[in-house]
Each structure stands twice: as C-alpha cells, then as structure tokens.
C-alpha cells in the first residue's frame, strides 16, 4: 500500500531508488521523460542558444559523429539510427527515427523519435526520452541560428511553405530572433493551412509564389519530393531555409536557385551524401563540391561568413545532426532532474 501522502508513481520510484541500493553505492536509475515531460522543460529560446554552441563544436571538431545509417522501408518509409558523442559539455547516446509517410492518412505522426542519453565515463543508460518533440524543436532552433548568422538586418517578412509541426515550430522559433511585420504560409492542403493561419495569426496564402514574392526569409517545410519553390520567385537578398528533402533522390528547391545562391549546410559529410538539393546537382554538373561554402558552426564561431552582400540570396540546408539532439537531451534531462520530472527505473545496469 502507498505510504499516506505519497501518490502511487512516487512511491514505486522510491522503492525502485531504494532498491537499487548495493555495498558500492546506489546504482544508476534510468530517467523516462514523456513528449510532455520534455516539453515542460525545454523553451525554445534556451534551446537556440545550445543549437549555437553545439553548431559551432560540431564544425570545430569537437564532437564524434558518424552519417546516420539508414535502413528503407519503403517509398516514403525509413529508419535510421543516430549516435554521437559532445565532448564538453559531455553529452553522449543516440537517436533512434523512424520516418513512416503512410502515418499521415492513419492520422498518426509521420516522424517519431527515441532518444537514449549515455553517462560519458561509464556507458550507462542516464535517460530515455521522448525524441519527436526535441526534433520539432532543434530543427527549427537550427533555423534561427541561421537566421541570426545569415539573413539580411532588414528582413522582415517571413514566408512558410507547409502547415504542420514544422511549420509551428519554425514560427516560434524565428519570431524569437526577428521581428517580423508579416508571415505568410502557403500549404497545399486547404484545412492544414486555415488552422495554421488561425492558430498563428499568419496570413493564408493562395499559392506557393504569393507567400514568397518578396519575402526576405524562406522556410520550406515540406514533404515534397521534388521542388516546392521556383527559382524566380525569390527576390534578391533573401534567405532561404530547406529542411525536407532528406533523402538524395528527393529535392525541395529549384536546383537553379541552389546553383545561384551562397549555400550553407549543417554538415557537408551528410550533405554530399543525404540532401537530394546537393546531391543532384553535383550528378547534373550544376556545380561543384566547393559551391557549398560553409558549415554553419563555421559561421557562428567567426571561421566563415553568411552572407557578402545584401543583394545576394542565401541558402541554408539543414539535415539534422545526431549531436544537436544529444544537446537538447542533456539540457531537458538536468532540468529534469532539477525539478523532480520524469520516473525512474531500474534496468539493472
């Protein structure tokens, strides 16, 4: 029976604690964290910030990191594992996706994540979270530090092509580095898009080109296997971020606008083998290896620049790396455990 006081999920994590108990010592308690556990304790401006740091150790080489491998499923279908080490802070484990493209019909999310946080010293497993949720968010905190690193002074209309969790968290997260006079969106799919428009305040568009003639900061987050946006619809000086198409047959921009723009990846290891938007227009002959300029940890830590001129359009291609969400898991586990969140158990380790 539960000690008086004490609700039934504090009561078995107490006697798990207690007996996990040895003659060295207490063992090491495996914390569990929930989607919403997570999302109590990871702001998103707090996690732009780590994105920076993590960025920028990643390009200097800091970190261990492996391309992710992937194993298709289908189409539209694949799993793919995730593991790194962060050095310092020490952040170690890996992510575990799955992509599944038929979800959207059954109603259930196309992307789902694991993560297992590892102590760096002694393998053993310090947490397991939730990862769908800190891979919304980290994406779009990558957005914005590009956005900070790359995009004009001045820009100040925002356009999003898409209308689920990306699109949302893209909004949250540039709002935060950029006030923006106007967001527009665009999304093929009428109802995502009025809910969207509602739920944000952003203005609904009635076409892809509408939204982004003008705007001074692109955001696709599509689905889209091939190109969701035209080379001639961007205007001069804008900053264009890509995160879908991550797969090599798949693109999401124009590849003229890719051939014509200073472009910027998270990683080239993975962009030369993972983003169809590069990938492609090396087999084309559109341009070579060199035409992607810089990391984007290169930028933030001073080593490149983002943009040389106002006129000129810049591209960002962001694939997601295994070490941005080890960072983000850390933070959400040491505030985790700050506040009491999450349950316990005793895997025996």
Known sequence: ????????????????????????????????????????VLPMADLIGAMEGVLAA????????????????GPASFFAAMPGLVREPAAMGAKLVTVMGANQARGLPTHRASILLLDAETGALLALMDGRLITEMRTAAVSAVSVKHMARADADVLAILGSGVQ???????????????????????????????????????????????????IVLATDSTTPAIADGWVAEGAHVISVGACR?????????LVARA??????RASAF????DIVMGLAEGRFGREHVTAELGEIVAGRAVG??????????????LAVEDLAAARLVLERARARGIGVEIDLGG
């Open 273 to 276: 083998q993972e983003s169809g």
């Open 307 to 320: 943009r040389a001129s106002d006129r000129e359009i810049t591209v960002f291609k962001g694939l997601g």
């Open 58 to 73: 990643f390009s200097a080489g800091a970190v261990v990191q492996p391309v992710r491998p992937v194993v298709e499923i």
């Open 248 to 256: 090599p047959s798949h693109r999401e921009m124009d590849p003229a």
């Open 167 to 217: 699109a949302r968290s893209h909004f949250t997260a540039l709002s935060l580095v950029r006030g923006f006079r106007e967001v527009r969106a665009w999304s093929p799919t009428a109802a995502h898009l009025r809910a969207f428009a509602g739920e944000c305040g952003v203005r609904a568009c009635e076409g892809a080109e509408a939204a982004v003639a003008g705007a001074g900061v």
């Open 262 to 267: 200073r472009v910027v990846v998270d990683a």
């Open 1 to 40: 029976m539960a000690q008086a006081g004490l609700g039934a999920r504090e009561f078995v994590r107490r006697e798990r604690a207690q007996c996990s108990a040895t003659l060295n010592g207490t063992r090491q308690m495996t914390l569990c964290l929930s989607e919403a556990d997570v999302r109590r």
